[in-house]
């Protein structure tokens, strides 16, 4: 049904960059495979493809772009080829809503990917509930998307910041103690990060303070200098993307990393590609890691990844891939692209392995609709062997163990009559 593309035409908004390797990564925009004389099903992606989240957005849409290739080799979606419209909200809300509203209406999309960016994901569910809008969130991890600002239609493959929280925060209390100082995003996913480990850390007698840092940031020094002031035990990093990049090159420069430990949530493997081995440790969650013996299909794709980008997979490049696989699998299933009908079956679907790539059968809560997927926390640390093997996972935690109850975050999905 389609054709076989590993090398995509470059664009200029959609490079990957990984600190400071160029990777040979390729794509058109919109990025279209389909069979003559036959009406495509549209999928449409709003993700910021410039700005500090850009290499991590880039890297959803390679995965989303390999799975629609491979879905059209396969026969498409009710037999007919899927084509996918990428658009950039380059990091703005404003205009994630105007890329998100153009592909509903003028291109006529039958699902929204997206957005990195927690605050645009909110504002982008508004637009697809009212225009009944089959939605899934690849990357946005604030906890209102799947809490007290869910919806039928919104579904999430990326954890909830609660997830990432709790799964480890436990862990930096043990090992380096509960008086922790917090680098934090002024936005909606740091807010909800912050607010989950401080929870969990006031209930084991910790202590805090912080600092709110605004996007885009280049310049840490004074935020490093309070941390220091403050003397913490850990620095909990929240920052994200280039931003994370920033804060930790900075963070070693101060030679802090000799007074304080350093750890969080979420150090992805592009911004660990991206500093110097010295800001390459502490302890973190992963949210899909390349190297898994004995799962089912992750070689595979890991392989596949590598041959398009030249770097092993990552958890972006599997969020844009399970986002699209997700919806042919149920619409394939189904028979129809009706999102009510769609969001009903995905409550309570579980991934086939071949989508899943990780341990059991994760599946969309459904009182929630939030992806109950492994959460891999471990130690970051300088390359061993293989030059992204930067990451040694310590403690698979399930997701049903780090979500907790679904009654307890607030969500109440209530159906169109």
């Known amino acids: 049904m389609g054709t076989s593309r590993r090398s995509w035409p470059v664009d200029r908004r959609t490079v990957l960059r ?16 389909k069979a003559r004389g036959e009406t ?12 500090v989240y850009a290499a991590i957005a880039q890297n959803e849409v390679v995965g989303a772009k390999f799975a629609a290739e491979e879905i059209n080799k396969k026969g498409g979606i009710l037999g007919r080829p899927l084509e996918l419209l990428v658009e950039d909200s380059a990091n703005d809300v404003g205009t994630g809503v105007q890329k998100t509203r153009k592909l509903i209406e003028r291109d006529q999309v039958s699902l929204i990917i997206g957005d990195v960016n927690s605050g645009i994901a909110i504002a982008m569910a508004q637009v ?4 009944k809008v089959l939605h899934i969130v690849s990357g946005g991890h604030t906890d209102p998307i799947t809490g007290s600002n869910c919806s039928w239609n919104v579904f999430r493959v990326c954890n909830s910041t609660a997830m990432d929280a709790n799964a480890i925060a436990s862990t930096l209390m043990e090992k380096f103690g509960k008086k ?5 995003p002024d936005y909606a996913y740091g807010h909800s990060v912050q607010a989950g480990f401080e929870k969990l850390l006031k209930a084991a007698g910790g202590t805090s303070a912080g600092s709110l840092v605004p996007l885009g ?22 920052m994200g993307g280039g931003d994370q990049v920033s804060s930790l090159k900075q963070f070693v420069q101060f030679g802090l990393d000799k007074q304080m430990a350093v750890g969080g949530t979420l150090f992805e493997l592009e911004s660990i590609r991206a500093v110097p081995d010295g800001a390459r440790v502490g302890w973190w969650t992963m949210e899909w890691w390349w190297d898994q013996p004995g799962v089912p299909h992750v070689a595979e794709f890991n392989a596949a990844m590598k ?10 490049n599997w969020f844009g891939f399970a986002s699209v696989q997700t919806f042919a699998a149920i619409a394939n299933q189904e028979k129809t692209l009706d999102a009510v009908k769609l969001s009903r079956a995905l409550a309570g679907f579980k991934l086939p392995p071949e989508i899943a790539l ?9 009182g929630d609709h939030e992806l109950m997927s492994t959460v891999f926390v471990g130690e970051a640390h300088p390359p061993k062997g293989d030059p992204d093997n930067m990451f040694t996972v310590r403690a698979p935690v399930p997701g049903e163990k780090a979500a907790g109850p679904a009654e307890a975050t607030g969500c109440k999905i209530q159906w169109p009559a």
């Open 217 to 238: 940031t280049p310049d840490y020094s004074a935020y490093l200098i309070q941390a220091k002031a403050y003397g913490p035990q850990v620095l909990i990093n929240v």
């Open 180 to 184: 922790w100082y917090f680098l934090t």
């Open 358 to 366: 990780q341990p059991g059968a994760p599946a969309f809560r459904a």
């Open 128 to 131: 697809t509930s009212e225009k």
């Open 40 to 51: 495509p099903v549209r999928i449409g992606m709003v993700d910021p493809l410039t700005g």
């Open 18 to 33: 990984t600190g400071a390797t160029l990777a040979a990564v390729q794509f058109a925009s919109p990025f279209i495979i």
């Open 307 to 316: 041959k398009i980008t030249g770097l092993s997979a990552t958890a972006r």
